[in-house]
């Protein structure tokens, strides 16, 4: 049996391990003592390999490039040689006849790798001349990466996932950390465990809330004003740091005349919570020597998402909760590489290590070392644009690489609609997708496990993974499919390896100029910043010395009004509609659902959790099909009965392609990060009278749907055989 | 003092890593065959009410009431733990209802009997189903190695021995501050 280090391809948390492989095909994994998950891993770790092997439990792996000659014709498999002029002829028309700013491309946050991402965006950079690149961070802790850029001048965790489990006291918000990342949740546990305090605020009583100290089950939609609450309790109680904030913040009087208002008996009716509970909570996390404040989607994913994370980390500026072990800000990191695709820029505004594309002399830097003239000054258009820039004529191409918006984008009615109004639509992936099923070419990638590359786990930390198993059928690398086309464009790409690009990038990025592949060997790893090469583990936590990465070492201050979510309940949508994760699960199901275990746990059509008190008034049964309904869309999923949902919201996970959420949700953006209001949609829920029906619809349902995608692939094999394209 | 396998309510996360890991650890020989409804069958589960959320399974008991309920003789002390004997299981469903705590459970599989060498399906085989500590797995309850938070342990005789002697101690010391 041979045995190849790995980093888990699901969450954030970086996890280390083997895998095992038997004749050419992965059989299991060994956890690895590593830096994240100290030989600790979740279910999706343990079992969640087999997607690799093609098992086509749920979809098939693609094996060959596929193309369809017009929208109403079946795909048809094509050579690799035919691919890539297609794809080159097609994006040089577009580009000629529209300009470079009609092409999106996507990175992809997923199992490709920080090389991957920097060469997709090199491509779009320097080969089409457009910032058009954008990731699924997105749609995720994009509000994170731009409200902690302004306050604290950089957009990650500021301290480590090890210093978690040594922190005295844990705030955490709108994170469901079991669910999301059960390894860190080890590390909560730990520290409650060594006697540290944890505050949950969250409207469902999720597992951490089970273990709290003190439990604030707000009302969904109410974060700004519980946090400008929390931030007039520290500044109205004396309870904040008054040296910290004269020395290393500013903003404080603008920022102590906003919060004034939001005492928390003002707060109560918004929040639904008990004003002395506000305050308790803000007089343990001030009394604790350290304390760490966590948070996830739960806090992004609205319209007030930046404005919400700027005012998180106010609490830790107010309370000096920052620059030394064990306390900070931490959006903890969802996919396993979103870190790193952000850090890698694919993103419309920065370069490769936030580097702005606006600054000429950064831009001049680039484009001496890529070769070219020039590169787009103009920052570039973000994914959740796309369907009105469609709409509006301005978009003509899309290059998608291993991301399906047609499963995880808000009001899919629009996705599908902004697909089909592409003129061409490339699809590079390593599953047939829902939103493969809109592309004219689809390009068939070597999955995790059959390359190698450098992924960032949530806190800054890079780590290598290696390839197991060789690529399956005619699979190529992404990157190395970016650079043919690249070539055939007329902007010839060429590399031997991802040592070579990691060194290029390396090179042009300051921040990562010590994260050398010799320092990532076995379970070395390495925090950026890492700007030397005698630094053998960079930086373990930021603002060292109270300095913040902003132009004056201070720390921004800042808050701002409270208002309602977008979407509005009536009396025909009477119920809020948050969506969330569940932990057997990842992203859009294309990989967990086609391993064995993972999708034995949890199947179509995924559900809903109403309390029993909601679902006694709408007759609704524990395990029934119901239909859910937005003034977006209508879906058939199955109701769960439970107390932990609160009352007046239900809550849905996005992975299922019948039971799928997002046909509900809309779109409404956070102003500054376009990031869409998942988590609040009017809904309503209605029972069936004929569940034998219902059951044989979803079933029937469920089988075209996979039917359409496996025969897509299968048929075109066929089709070629028949008529060679 | 019989083993059994114990879980700390105040460490699950309810992710279902253990029902899987057990599933896996009976599934197949050697190799375990991939997991499907058919054959996910976890002798612990996770259960989730408004407050608690913690794993169920064997509690291995000393008297064990499955064991005096079984006609056959199918249930036995062996190991310092409750083992089935399968080949004895008739499925009558006495154990499954003697169980204070639900953890025991009457299954059926393919029967499978073997004439010069071919292997024939006959009927189905009953099979009184519950933890059975991995019996055969060297490394211990493959529950116990997968949980991500440390959330279950292996209770025996030696622990209960030292838990208990540092409880005896902790009452001592407590009784002069009083």
């Known amino acids: 049996m041979e045995k190849h280090m790995s980093v888990c391809p699901y969450c954030g948390t970086g996890c280390k391990f083997n895998l095992l492989v038997e004749g050419e095909k992965i059989v299991g994994v060994e956890p690895l003592d590593g830096i994240t998950n100290e030989g600790r891993l979740c279910l999706k770790g343990h079992y969640g390999f087999d997607f690799v092997n093609d098992t086509k439990i749920l979809t098939p792996r693609l094996m060959y490039p596929m193309y369809r000659r017009s929208r109403d014709k079946d795909f048809e498999r094509i050579t690799w040689d035919e691919a890539i002029k297609i794809a080159a002829t097609k994006f040089s028309e577009i580009k000629e006849k529209y300009g470079p700013d009609a092409i999106m491309t996507t990175g992809s946050s997923r199992g490709c790798g920080n090389e991957t991402n920097f060469v997709m965006q090199k491509f779009t950079r320097a080969a089409i001349g457009t910032n058009n690149v954008d990731n699924c961070a997105r749609v995720c802790h994009a509000p994170s990466v731009a409200g902690l850029a302004v306050t604290l001048g950089n957009g990650a965790m500021s301290n480590s996932i090890q210093e978690i489990g040594d922190t005295e006291c844990l705030l955490v918000f709108g994170y469901n950390v079991a669910d999301s990342h059960p390894v860190i949740a080890r590390r909560v546990i730990e520290a409650k465990e060594k006697g540290a305090k944890v505050i949950v605020c969250d409207p469902r009583k999720i597992e951490t809330a089970r273990l709290a100290d003190l439990y604030l089950p707000l009302k969904n939609g109410s974060n700004m004003a519980l946090v400008n609450a929390f931030a007039n309790v520290l500044i109205n109680e004396g309870l904040y740091d008054k040296d910290f904030v004269a020395k290393h913040t500013e903003g404080f009087d603008e920022y102590k005349k906003i919060v004034s208002k939001y005492t928390p008996e003002y707060v109560s009716e918004i929040t639904g919570l008990d004003p002395d509970d506000i305050r308790e909570a803000m007089r343990i996390y001030a009394a604790a ?437 | 003092m019989n083993r059994f396998v114990a879980a700390d309510p105040s460490k699950c996360i309810g992710c279902r890593t253990c029902e899987i890991a057990c599933s896996m650890a009976h599934n197949g020989d050697g190799t375990p065959a991939p997991l499907s409804d058919e054959n996910f069958k976890p002798r612990i589960r996770v259960i989730k009410t408004a407050t608690v959320t913690t794993a169920v399974m064997c509690h291995h008991c000393e008297d064990a009431p499955c064991l005096n309920s079984c006609p056959e003789g199918a249930i036995v002390y062996r190991n310092n733990s409750v083992q089935i004997d399968q080949e004895r299981c008739v499925g009558c469903k006495n154990c499954m209802m003697a169980c204070p705590f639900g953890v025991m459970d009457v299954i059926t599989v393919p029967a499978v009997k073997e004439f010069a060498g071919v292997k024939m399906t006959t009927g189905v085989k009953a099979q009184a189903h519950k933890c059975d500590l991995c019996t055969d797995r060297e490394a211990g309850p493959a529950c116990v190695a997968s949980c991500p938070t440390n959330a279950l342990h292996v209770v025996d005789e030696e622990s209960v021995e030292k838990s208990l002697a540092d409880l005896r101690a902790r009452t001592a010391v407590s009784s002069i501050a009083v």
């Not at chain 1, 820029?345 to 001496?368: C, E, H, M, S, W």
């Not at chain 1, 201070?554 to 979407?567: Q, R, T």
Request: proline share 6%.
């Open chain 1, 289 to 725: 020597p350290s304390a760490t404040i966590l948070w996830g989607m739960g806090v992004t994913q609205w319209t007030m998402g930046v404005d919400v994370v700027k005012g998180l980390s106010g609490l830790a500026l107010l309370t000096g909760n920052l620059g030394r072990p064990n306390v900070g800000v931490g959006p903890v990191r969802g996919q396993n590489n979103v870190q790193g695709s952000c850090d890698l820029g694919v993103l419309p505004n920065v370069f490769p290590g936030y580097q702005p594309v606006t600054d000429a002399k950064i831009r001049a830097k680039f484009a001496k070392r890529w070769g070219v003239k020039e590169l787009p000054d103009k920052i570039g258009a973000m994914v959740t644009d796309v369907p009105h820039l469609v709409k509006d004529g301005k978009l003509k191409g899309y290059y998608i690489m291993g991301e399906d918006p047609a499963q995880t984008d808000p009001d899919l009615t629009s996705v599908r609609e902004s697909l089909e109004g592409m003129e061409f639509v490339i699809v590079q992936d390593i599953f047939m997708t829902k939103t493969a099923m809109f592309a004219d070419l689809v390009l068939p990638a070597t999955s995790w496990g059959e390359h190698e590359g450098v992924f960032t786990a949530a806190d800054r930390t890079f780590q290598r993974f290696e390839a197991a198993v060789p690529p399956k059928g005619e699979c190529k690398h992404d990157w190395e499919i970016i650079s043919e086309i690249s070539t055939a464009m007329g902007y010839p790409m060429h590399y031997e390896n991802t040592k070579e690009i990691w060194d290029e990038l390396r090179e042009l990025t300051p921040i990562f100029y010590g994260a050398t592949y010799e320092k990532m060997e076995g379970l070395g790893y390495v925090q950026w910043p890492c700007t030397d090469l005698d630094d053998a583990h960079g930086t373990k936590y930021l603002y060292e010395g109270n300095k913040f990465q902003r132009p004056n070492g201070k720390g921004l201050l800042y808050a701002c009004e409270w208002h309602p979510p977008m979407d509005q309940t009536d009396d025909d949508f009477p119920l809020v509609l948050c969506t969330v994760r569940e932990v057997g699960h990842y992203s859009c199901r294309s990989m967990t659902g086609n391993c064995s275990a993972l999708q034995t746990l949890a199947d179509e059509p995924g559900f809903v959790t109403i309390n029993p008190e909601d679902a006694k008034r709408l007759g609704i049964k524990d395990k029934e099909l119901v239909y859910v309904s937005s003034r977006r869309g209508k879906i058939i999923t199955r109701a769960k009965l439970t107390e932990r949902t609160n009352k007046g919201a239900v809550y849905m996970t996005y992975q299922w392609w019948i039971g799928a959420c997002n046909e509900l949700t809309g779109e409404s953006f956070d102003p500054t990060s376009k990031t869409p209001e998942y988590k609040y949609s009017a809904v309503k829920l209605e029972s069936i009278d004929d569940q034998i029906w219902a059951e044989n619809h979803v079933q029937e349902l469920y089988a075209t749907l996979k039917g359409n995608l496996s025969g897509a692939v299968e048929n075109a094999s066929v089709l070629a055989e028949q008529e060679p394209a």
